[in-house]
């Protein structure tokens, strides 16, 4: 019988990494990932998780000391957000250029400055060009199983890619709410088996990892991790669908509510996926049709799947909970606008900006978005490219 | 000249499988000087050998005696340590005439 | 120690430091202190000694040998160290032989950019042993000042120009730095001195906690000098009282192994490089004299704490 528990996203993620079997374990506190790391020094210190904590200085010596030793095949684990990840940048791109299945879960915080320590997703996406593979959750419940399928798709040795699992700050990190746990033997048999690495460090065949590549080489071993970028868009839903048949709850590279016939598709990332849901449901019964996409993968991009399922719609409405200054809207605006170029059938596109800084987004704003959206689709234009949704003048 | 590796064919994660694979380098081809030992001066004291930064001097030992010093000419980048150090003065830098 | 030779060479030659290189000397030297049954891995910093081993496709390691960036060799040994732990906790540690984990940065990567993981890494206890090469400024980069630079060398960011002769401030205590988390092991070596320098890196190997190895690490290129003088400049630096050879027992014992009594005056040492050629102008007497009086206080510091500290037992792992 598995056991149902209520935990927050940071109990969550401690939790599965416990059920994971972990071997190395190095993060340094930033609000708000730090239950994550106060609930596995428990767990170590009770004896319920066989695995080293190294205390690190800094999150740049976090994620050197987890991919090092991921070097040697063990099962590593780190946490971080915000100026952390920033303070990382470096070694996130070291870490997939040397292709250690590194798991890291970012609890999505705003970086500064000014200094914030509330949601959004502008700390992930700068991250998106590092070569690691990005899951958005949007309850505590994904986040709690996406830490089980990172590990499968990490270190799956046709991807060997770092993963990150994102889960929004304090929205997630510090609610409580209900999750299905699966029972430990379970979690074991569905993880791959260690070592983790492709060639694990060894004195009998003793390797260099992490050389120097001349302009002869270098750009070599960046085709080798688009390759495997590419090959992990057919090992995710696999180790999705493995997933579902363990635990009995469906996982794919996104989670559509009534997309088929709808005029307006919303896509977001995150928590917020959950109240355009809520909401879309609400208007669906007064027959408005309306449907969202909470989108799960960010990287690699699932185009071939969000193809399918948003080229039917009038109108999509892209949430990015970042600004990426100076461009012609947000990360997700940008992708999908390019998903949809070459295609006959282009639904208008139009982008929101919200949330920045733990900002709210209540129902009313995301029923004001919907209107939006339908708006646009009578019309046939899109007023502005980029709306900002909850910013006072 | 090597052929250069496809990206297919290279192991992932910037990983070198074959260790110490420069000793096909000829780094012998930087030398101006060559170090040349008189045998009949050298007294084995291997101090030639502890002080090479390329590890280019070259110890053939009999049940566990050093008997001869040899140098690795392939490797040999001829800086001059090794003579500068000799206490014997056993070996002399020698233009490298080709 | 019982020594059979030839030792294995776990940097194979072939590789591309320059002619001379103290550095490659210095590790060369300092892996020799590896016993048969022993196994190393190292994490080495971005640097001359990263740089000129590991040119895809070709290593010069014969051992494992990990690369991550310049200020993390302290962290990515650390991980290593951890994760050789838990594995063998969980019985999934193959190999037999005693793996020792060593990490190697240049005082770039060590003084400066790497200072905050080596605390932080020897603040932890990790067992492993931490050498530190130091050429006296970023060579790799084109001989830029770091803080190992000595007081009025030449640099290319602190040139001799007509308004300041070379750096103006003195070296960083890089020892000292490391004996204030009262590590087992703190150690100043010289590849002139290559017995003393094996068996502080032996005494390293045994120490049960971190130990740091400093060791002078003379450049032809960076010190302008003629490649054949690195072991007699790498000597001279000792005999000169300028780069004293010492250890420090957990952060409390001095041990000075290779007192000087009568030193050389200071200019031997200086005359030999181009970076203190302007240190033989009449009007920068004055300086020479300041960094010999700097240097002797030191150095007798040391013989003082040395004899103070006498009396303290050397621990059983001291002895080679």
Redesign the interface.
């Known amino acids: 019988m598995p056991k149902i528990v209520g935990l927050t996203g940071d109990e969550a993620v401690a939790h599965a990494v416990k059920q994971c079997d972990v ?2 374990i ?1 993060a340094y506190p930033i609000t708000p990932q730090t239950i994550i790391v106060e609930t596995l020094g428990d767990f170590i210190a009770n004896g319920e998780l ?3 904590m ?5 999150e ?2 976090a994620l ?11 099962r ?1 684990f780190t946490a971080t957000c915000s100026q952390g990840l920033a303070l990382m940048f ?2 996130l791109y ?1 870490t997939s ?4 299945p590194v798991v890291m879960a970012i609890a999505n915080r705003a970086l500064s400055a000014p200094i914030n320590i509330h949601a959004d997703h502008s700390d992930s996406m700068a991250a998106r060009d590092s070569g690691w593979i990005q899951l958005y959750a949007e309850n505590v419940q994904e986040v709690y199983d996406l830490i089980f399928m990172a590990y499968k798709i990490a270190e799956n040795k046709e991807v ?1 890619l770092p993963t990150m699992v994102c889960l929004d700050g304090f929205t997630l990190t510090h609610t409580l709410e209900r999750v299905e746990m699966l029972d430990d033997d379970v979690a074991l048999k569905y993880l791959p088996k ?2 983790t690495y ?2 694990p ?14 302009p ?2 270098y750009f ?2 960046k ?2 991790q688009e ?2 970028m590419n090959r992990a868009k057919e090992v995710i839903p696999k180790a999705m669908e493995e997933f579902t048949k363990v635990s009995g709850r469906e996982y794919y590279v996104y989670n559509a509510y009534a997309t088929d016939d709808a005029d307006v598709i919303v896509i977001s990332l995150g928590s917020t996926s959950g109240t355009m849901r809520s909401v879309a449901k609400e208007l669906r019964k007064k027959g408005i049709k309306v449907g969202t996409v909470a989108l799960r993968v960010y990287r690699p991009f699932p185009a071939k799947e969000l193809k399918e399922v948003l080229s039917g719609a009038k109108v999509i409405v892209t949430m990015d909970r970042t600004l990426s200054f100076g461009a012609l809207g947000g990360p997700l605006f940008e992708d999908l606008r390019s998903l949809f170029y070459d295609e006959d059938r282009r639904p208008l596109i139009a982008d929101v900006v919200y949330g920045l800084g733990g900002r709210d987004l209540t129902p009313s704003d995301a029923k004001a978005i919907f209107e939006y959206g339908l708006e646009i689709a009578k019309t046939g234009h899109i007023p502005e490219l980029v709306k900002f949704v909850g910013v006072r003048e | 000249m090597s052929k ?4 297919k064919e ?8 074959k ?1 110490g694979s420069t000793e096909e380098v000829k780094t012998g081809d930087w030398r101006t000087f060559k170090p040349v030992i008189d045998h009949n001066k050298c007294t084995r004291c291997t101090l030639c050998y502890y002080y090479c930064p390329d590890g280019s001097i070259m110890l053939k030992t009999e049940n566990g005696k050093v008997v001869k010093v040899d140098v690795d000419y392939y490797h040999c980048k001829g800086c001059g340590i090794c003579a500068k150090i000799c206490p014997v003065k056993a070996i002399s830098m020698v233009e490298e005439v080709r | 120690m019982s020594i059979s030779l030839p030792k294995p060479e776990y940097l194979a030659p072939g590789h591309a430091a320059c002619q001379g290189c103290g550095a490659t000397l210095a590790i060369r030297q300092a892996l020799m202190a590896l016993r048969p049954d022993e ?1 190393a ?1 190292v ?1 080495v910093a971005t640097g001359c000694l ?2 000129v081993t ?4 070709r ?1 010069s ?9 310049f ?2 060799a ?7 160290e ?6 063998e ?2 019985g ?1 540690l ?2 037999k ?1 005693k ?1 020792h984990v060593i990490a190697i940065g240049g005082d770039g990567g060590t003084f400066d950019i790497g200072l ?2 080596l ?2 890494a020897l ?2 206890g990790h067992k492993f042993v931490y050498i530190c090469y130091d050429n006296e400024a970023y060579m790799n980069t084109g001989i830029q000042r770091s803080g190992a630079t000595p007081y009025r060398a030449w640099t290319t960011t602190t040139p001799v120009g007509s308004k300041i002769p070379g750096k103006p401030q003195f070296k960083k205590n890089l020892a000292g730095i490391a004996a204030a988390h009262e590590i087992p092991y703190v150690a100043t070596a010289s590849p002139g001195y290559h017995v003393d320098l094996i068996n502080k890196m032996r005494r390293a190997l045994n120490a049960p906690g971190p130990a740091l190895l400093h060791i002078l690490a003379p450049c032809p290129t960076g010190w302008r000098y003629d490649p054949s003088l690195t072991v007699e400049i790498a000597r001279l630096a000792v005999q000169t009282r300028f780069f004293p050879l010492y250890e420090i027992i957990y952060g409390r014992k001095y041990v000075v192994t290779m007192p000087v009594p009568k030193p050389r005056p200071i200019t031997d040492y200086l005359k030999l490089q181009g970076r203190y050629a302007h240190m033989l102008r009449p009007e920068m007497k004055k300086d020479v004299e300041r960094l010999e009086k700097v240097v002797n206080e030191f150095y007798e510091w040391l013989m003082k704490m040395s004899e103070v500290t006498k009396d303290l037992p050397l621990p059983s792992w001291y002895h080679v």
């Open positions: 071997d190395v190095a066989n695995a080293e190294v205390h690190v200085e800094s740049h010596s050197s000391v987890v991919t090092a030793a991921a070097l040697t095949g063990a590593v470096e070694i070291i250029g040397v292709r250690a060997l260690k070592p492709a060639h460090i060894s004195i009998e065949e003793p390797a260099t990892y992490g050389s120097l590549a001349l002869d080489y070599e071993f085709i080798q390759f495997a | 250069l590796l496809g990206w290279m192991p992932i994660g910037t990983l070198i499988l260790p | 196994a891995i994490v990263e740089v590991t040119i895809y496709p290593t390691w014969r051992i494992p040998f990990v690369h991550l960036a200020e993390n302290a962290a990515g040994a650390s991980g290593i951890a994760a050789l732990r838990v594995l906790r969980k999934l193959k190999e032989k793996i905050q993981a605390s932080g603040e932890r």
